[in-house]
């Protein structure tokens, strides 16, 4: 049965119809209708179900407060809960009805989302005649301005049809070139300093858009000024059996004969306690639904409204309410339970027309930071104290402010009609959470008198429309069963969003490989050519191992340590941190920045050191090569790089000022390739055949330029294997030619290329520690053994150093601090695992707690020492070599015994080949 | 998100910078003079106002200067110090 | 043998060169531009023809000037700009450090700013900006009202023509209504 009147309804195009699939069933509509308006066309009245209850339930609103009519989209990428309120249909449109909650869609969603930031002098929120007037307004004097509507077009619900002048206003307002204009655009949150972020459906309406179109945008909004102008929600009356479909807010009933020419009923009781209500009443009456009754709460009414009823036929019966209603054999609403003057009387309806007057739509102002304060003239709460924030003011416009007509008579407060209902089960104050007013009552009986914890308790106000229509009719209801004014009650919080928003669109583009930028050496094609397996380092992507045929990880990390440690290995050492810092000082910045002593380094050379900070712990650690008189290259770990400069900038700016020093990240300026093994000094002597490599000539911890293959370098005689080994630097540009000539000149000599798991294998039997791998910020220099990196002379001259002060803390010299130890397995062949905790041989794991002693930082199966082998950190460690400890990871034990943590060339012999 | 006004490259997104703590905290001239008990005041003692908070922060992904405002820690309202 | 070795240079991007041009939309990389930084000037420094100065901080500058001739392991215009600004200035040669995309046509400011929180649109041309594009810090430098010079990182680059590609879907390709 059609309930599509034969004229009317601006929103729609008659020209366009429009086939929908509700629950696999065609319904006919027209563009422009949402798909609520479709469903109310099609005389279904049953839209959804009670999440808990099942009962039926019906479209009571017409936008954003609609409670009941949620659907399943399952057509395009699908979509778990969407109001039928708010969804444009279209053909291919296929919905299912919803019992309460929707489903996720399984499977990838690989439409497009993306993101937009955009900036404004006035933020414009709501497209009705409050915003676009103050969209004009702000677009006066040229600033940029931005209008967000969640409708598809401007002109809101407000004041009726659009009138002439609106018409005219929203014609300007689109022609100005200042103004943009964001159509089905929902504002989501409205934050600091301005910024709104606001959800644009873009092709949602358009099954024809193609697939690289984003689908919906999230908009970022910084705006000097931000105006609310989004109106108000209708609110509902409450009584027993007030879910049942065909019970429909009397302003949106109106609002779908009059936009979308759909009657929701023939026969209709209405019933409101504001003149909002009676005028919808007008409005059905001329659209040919039948009144059989329109009831006003309140004892009076304004005269003209009255006339103008009367002269439909129409009585209004003051002082009136509904006590209840009984459903039809459909489950519908089929009669309405009215008590005038004492007495019942029962209707045979189809509609229920209620309005319990308007809630100003403060939900952005709100989030602001704004307060609120109840309002008797309104009935409502409206906006109070502005955010805090004068320097991004928020303003509140029209309807949200609480502005009610200059011939409106006040309307009432006026909830529920008993709150002692017998049948307090089946008065619903949240149907979409099936939360009802025995809910609230036992709230109370509970103890609860905060509205915020009443919210908790009964989940009222909790579902996805975040009780827009029902939240403040419950604080009212709770005011009556408190038996205090509404306004000591107050609202409940809101709190960002105001709408759902997907997490796809909150990704946007941020997915798959965009999602975190990958940061590749300009050698990067060449792994790739050889197909290496690559590890995650920060976001540098690095190649892992280098597998010959057929190798897993173990065998490749054997082969490519023996390689290094008896002839020659290459390795893509680019990651590191460089920083370039100039200036007369900078010896002396240095010498206070690190542990060690800097200023008297000669040119040419290079010296290691150690950062802690202020408490003394070490932060970082690396080279320093002396370039000029007064130019320094300072290198850090690959993944410190940006807070080793964030750090010597800070220092430089904010406590010595008085330096000539500067700071220049050049990390990705230099392509490096190490090249490390005995054989080293013969690859070089063929790359660069002019260069003296000569251990008397080039020493070790020095650096030279030279021409390496054809290349101009600077090759760097550093070494983190304790072998013979090079660094050879070259402008980027020239990275994989430097790979190939190294490559090529170390054939003779066996070559092998290896990655960063036998470089920890290799720095590993050194006990070269790596800074936040085999320590986290509780591991002085003393604790790594590294004292010999403080400078005896600075401690002697008593010349300070950041951290210096805190070395000599009492906790810093503990003789029981855990300090850097080796670890082997005493059968000499049980892996020992990373993150092991390290507690007494043989403890009872079930006798809780189990002292911890210590715990495994780095772990190797090492050929080298001939089994596996760990770096731990153990309470008084340097004391207990040659104990017997168990490492326990997963509460399985391994023995392990306490070793020296370099447990390979401790003289240090083989550096120099 | 806050957007807080860089001195020399204009308001920026918070993510742009790098918070410093409260500011006017000076690295003390001999800290070898300091004893214990002053050292630790130094490094780990920080007023955490429920209101206004001059603070240091740094434009990290700009012009990394680093400069010193009011905030209000419960409104986020700021003023650039005098 | 200069000719030789500058054949063995690769831009950031590898092969082949980024160059992808829509209706309205021009996305390349500038490859082996020489770019200095200057500290010290606190005036802008002057440059020549086809190539650009931008503001990094206070008396902080990035010259993107046009390839050298010949390889070396500093840029030679770097002792050049040493020399012109006297003691106390200092000159990195960080050509390699970044690379020069040039993002051109009347979509390019709404590409940028689909990762760019800042205010773009106010940046006056022949102003460069520092900041964060993409989750990747850049130089952005509007050389025209529609043209737009972006030095990322060189680890960044790919990363960055590979976001830039993807956000101009809509530019390469345009459907239904244009937006600005």
């Known amino acids: 049965m059609s309930r599509r009147l034969p004229h009317g309804g601006d929103l729609v195009d008659r020209d366009r119809p429009v086939t929908v699939l509700v629950d696999g069933d065609p319904v006919a509509a027209y563009a422009g209708d949402t798909l609520a308006s479709a469903l109310l066309a099609a005389g279904r009245r049953q839209v959804a179900a009670g999440t808990y209850t099942g009962r039926p339930r019906g479209v009571v609103g017409l936008g954003a407060e609609e409670p009941n009519a949620f659907v399943q989209v399952v057509s395009g990428p699908g979509e778990p809960m969407v109001r039928a309120t708010e969804l444009e249909v279209h053909d291919g449109l296929a919905v299912q009805r919803l019992a309460g909650r929707g489903r996720l869609p399984l499977g990838e969603d690989d439409t497009r989302y993306d993101h937009r930031w955009t900036h404004a002098e006035v933020l414009v929120v709501g497209g009705g005649a409050a915003g676009v007037d103050a969209a004009l307004e702000a677009a006066r004097d040229g600033g940029r301005v931005v209008l967000a509507d969640d409708q598809v077009s401007l002109g809101g619900w407000s004041v009726g049809a659009l009138g002439p002048d609106l018409d005219e206003q929203v014609a300007r307002l689109e022609t100005l070139p200042n103004v943009r204009v964001l159509p089905r655009t929902t504002v989501v949150g409205l934050y600091d300093h301005g910024q709104a972020v606001a959800v644009e459906r873009r092709t949602d309406h358009r099954p024809d858009a193609p697939a690289h179109v984003a689908r919906r945008r999230l908009w970022h909004v910084r705006a000097a000024e931000v105006v609310v102008a989004t109106g108000a929600h209708e609110r509902p009356l409450v009584f027993p059996d007030n879910d049942r479909p065909g019970v429909v807010l009397a302003g949106a009933a109106a609002q779908y004969v009059r936009r979308f020419g759909v009657l929701p009923g023939e026969r209709a009781v209405v019933w409101t306690a504001h003149d909002g209500g009676l005028r919808a009443a007008l409005d059905l009456a001329a659209a040919g639904v039948e009144l059989v009754a329109v009831l006003d709460v309140r004892d009076e009414v304004a005269p003209g409204l009255a006339a103008e009823l009367a002269t439909h036929g129409v009585t209004v019966r003051t002082g009136a309410e509904v006590r209840g209603t009984d459903a039809g054999p459909d489950g519908a609403l089929a009669r309405v339970h009215v008590r005038h003057d004492g007495t019942i009387v029962t209707h045979d309806v189809d509609l229920l027309a209620v309005s319990g007057g308007l809630n100003p739509a403060v939900m952005l102002f709100s989030q602001a930071g704004g307060r609120t304060r109840w309002s008797d003239d309104v009935a409502g709460f409206v906006p109070d104290v502005p955010p805090p924030d004068a320097a991004h003011p928020v303003r509140v416009v029209g309807a949200a402010a609480g502005g009610l007509r200059d011939d409106e008579l006040p309307p009432a407060a006026w909830f529920v009609g008993d709150v002692d209902s017998q049948e307090a089960e089946r008065v619903f104050l949240d149907p979409q959470r099936d939360a009802t007013l025995a809910d609230l009552r036992r709230a109370h009986g509970a103890g609860l008198t905060s509205v915020e914890h009443v919210k908790r308790y009964t989940t009222i106000g909790t579902a996805a429309d975040q009780g827009r229509g029902f939240g403040v009719l419950t604080v009212g209801v709770l005011a009556q069963v408190l038996a205090r004014p509404v306004g000591e009650v107050g609202t409940t919080t809101y709190r960002p969003p105001y709408a759902p928003v997907s997490f796809a669109l909150l990704a946007g583009r941020d997915r798959d490989a965009l999602s975190d930028p990958v940061r590749v050496t300009a050698i990067h094609d060449r792994h790739v050519a050889d197909g290496v397996p690559f590890e995650d380092v920060g976001q540098w992507r690095r190649p892992w191992y280098v597998p010959h045929q057929g190798e897993d990880l173990a065998a490749s990390v054997r082969r490519e340590c023996a390689a290094v440690r008896t002839g020659v290995g290459m390795m893509d050492a680019s990651t590191l941190g460089k920083i370039v810092c100039r200036g007369a000082d900078v010896g002396r910045f240095l010498d206070r920045v690190y542990t060690g002593l800097f200023s008297t380094l000669k040119v040419g050379s290079i010296r290691y050191g150690v950062m802690c900070g202020p408490d003394g712990m070490v932060v970082d650690d690396g080279t320093v090569a002396r370039i000029g008189e007064d130019e320094w290259l300072v290198t850090t770990t690959t993944g410190n790089a940006a807070a080793v400069l964030d750090s010597l900038e800070e220092w430089a700016m904010t406590e010595w000022p008085e330096l000539d020093v500067a700071f220049t990240s050049v990390t990705d300026q230099w392509a490096v390739v190490a090249v490390a093994g005995p054989r080293s000094r013969d690859v070089l002597a063929a790359l660069a055949p002019d260069l003296d490599v000569s251990n008397e000539a080039f020493g070790f911890m020095q650096w030279r330029d030279a021409v390496v293959g054809t290349l101009p370098a600077r090759v760097m005689r550093i070494s983190f294997s304790g072998e013979l080994a090079y660094e050879i630097d070259v402008p980027a540009w020239y990275g994989a030619a430097l790979w190939d000539a190294v490559r090529r000149a170390g054939e003779p000599f066996g070559i092998t290329a290896y990655g960063t798991e036998t470089m920890h294998v290799l720095r590993a039997e050194k006990g070269f520690p790596i800074v936040g791998q085999d320590t986290d910020g509780t591991v002085t220099p003393g604790d790594l053994g590294m004292g010999w990196a403080i400078s005896p002379r600075k401690v002697r001259e008593g010349a300070d150093f950041v951290g210096a002060r805190s070395l000599q803390r009492a906790d810093a010299v503990r003789p029981d601090r855990r300090q850097l130890v080796g670890l082997v397995p005493t059968d000499g062949s049980s892996a020992i695992v990373e993150g092991a905790q390290l507690v007494a041989a043989g403890a009872d794991l079930t006798d809780l707690p189990v002292p911890m002693l210590g715990h495994v930082t780095s772990a190797y199966d090492s050929v080298t020492v001939g089994s596996p082998f760990a770096l731990a950190l153990l309470e008084s460690g340097r004391t207990r070599h040659g104990e017997e400890l168990d490492a326990v990871d997963s509460l399985v034990p391994v023995r392990v015994r306490v070793v020296d943590p370099v447990p390979y060339d401790p003289e240090g012999a083989r550096r120099d080949g | ?82 | 043998m200069t000719a030789d070795v500058l054949a063995l240079r690769r831009s950031p991007l590898g092969d082949p060169p980024l160059d992808v041009r829509g209706p309205r939309l021009h996305l390349r990389e500038l490859a082996f531009r020489t770019l200095l930084e200057l500290r010290g000037p606190t005036g802008r420094p002057a440059v020549g023809p086809d190539e650009h100065v931008w503001p990094l901080g206070p008396g902080w500058w990035l010259v993107d000037g046009t390839p050298d001739a010949a390889p070396a392991l500093e840029s030679p215009r770097a002792a050049a700009w040493r020399a012109a600004l006297g003691p106390g200035a200092g000159v990195v040669d960080v050509s390699c450090h970044r690379t020069t995309f040039a993002l051109s046509g009347p979509d390019a400011l709404l590409v940028l700013s689909h990762g760019c929180s800042i205010d773009l649109e106010r940046v006056p041309v022949g102003q460069g900006v520092q900041g964060v594009l993409a989750h990747a810090q850049v130089v952005l430098g509007r050389v025209g009202q529609d043209d737009w010079r972006i030095h990322p990182r060189a680890s960044f680059a790919r990363h960055l023509a590979a976001w830039l590609v993807d956000a101009a879907a809509e530019s390469w390709e345009p459907w239904g209504d244009q937006e600005d």
């Open chain 2, 1 to 82: 998100m806050m957007s807080l006004p860089c001195p020399h490259c204009g308001p920026r997104d918070e993510t742009e910078f790098g918070y410093g703590g409260q500011a006017g905290v000076a690295y003390p001239a001999r800290p070898g003079d300091l004893d214990d008990r002053a050292w630790a005041e130094y490094l780990f003692v920080r007023d955490n106002p429920r209101g206004w908070s001059t603070e240091r922060w740094v434009h990290r992904a700009g012009c990394r200067q680093w400069f010193v405002l009011r905030r209000h820690t419960v409104t986020h309202e700021i003023e650039s110090p005098a």
